[in-house]
């Protein structure tokens, strides 16, 4: 999935309850902000089950 942010205003990119949410190359997670005017890619892998959920990894520009 690839989300551009084509407003003045920054946009909140949420993790849910039951997934993780990945910056990529990087150990940070959690809810991440896109500037305005940024771009982002993000890919799903599967978990493998309930105690390792789905994770969805971010990459791009103007991800804070």
Request: proline share 3%.
């Amino acid at each position: 999935i690839a989300i551009y942010n084509n407003s003045t205003s920054s946009l909140t990119l949420t993790q849910g309850a039951s997934v993780i949410l990945r910056w990529a190359g990087t150990t940070v997670t959690g809810s991440r902000t896109l500037n305005p005017q940024a771009m982002v890619n993000i890919i799903c892998t599967k978990g493998t089950g309930s105690s390792v959920p789905d994770e969805f990894i971010l990459s791009g520009t103007g991800i804070t």
